[in-house]
């Protein structure tokens, strides 16, 4: 939603269902699974970045940071499903599609992950011309 949230600018919530048969679960980590917290992390950006198209941004999604992140939990092959909730903070349209918000993620109705500052923003023109200079590249 483009209203609401602990700021009212926006808000976002979505569900991941987990099973043991997600791929990470059997390299991450031998005889002791469990999700990389950099792919929480990285459902948060995602997320972040879906908002930005759904409220009209058009481009190439690029995750620009995260000011603070604690992990306090971890996700589980027999955890049943995650909760990403994400409280947007700041949005802007000028001169690009931007969002700053504030993340949880939760397991259990238990909150695991936290993360404050995300920013994402939307970009044109980041195609890649492989062969030539990287210092041409516009990003």
Same mark, same amino acid.
């Given at each position: ?5 602990? %700021? ?7 569900? $991941? ?6 791929? =990470?679960? *059997? ?5 002791? !699974? ?9 459902? =948060? ?18 995750? @620009?940071?995260? +000011?603070? $992140? ?13 909760? %990403?909730?994400?409280?947007?903070? +700041? =949005? ?16 259990? *109705? ?5 993360? +404050?500052? @995300?920013?994402?923003? @939307? ?5 890649? *011309? %492989?062969?030539? *200079?990287?210092? $041409?590249? !516009?990003?």
């Amino acid at each position: 939603s483009d209203e609401g949230g602990k %700021y009212g600018k926006g808000e976002i919530k979505a569900e $991941l269902d987990i099973n043991e048969s997600l791929w =990470f679960f *059997d390299c991450h980590f031998k005889n002791d !699974p469990v999700m990389p917290g950099c792919l929480g992390l990285d459902g =948060f950006w995602q997320l972040i970045g879906f908002f930005l198209t759904w409220a009209g941004g058009q481009g190439r999604g690029r995750a @620009l940071g995260v +000011k603070d $992140l604690k992990f306090k939990g971890q996700v589980r092959p027999f955890h049943e499903k995650i909760i %990403y909730q994400i409280d947007i903070r +700041k =949005f802007i349209t000028k001169p690009t599609y931007m969002a700053w918000g504030d993340a949880v993620l939760e397991v259990k *109705d238990k909150a695991i992950y936290f993360a +404050k500052g @995300l920013q994402v923003g @939307l970009f044109d023109k980041l195609t890649w *011309d %492989y062969g030539k *200079d990287p210092a $041409l590249d !516009p990003f």
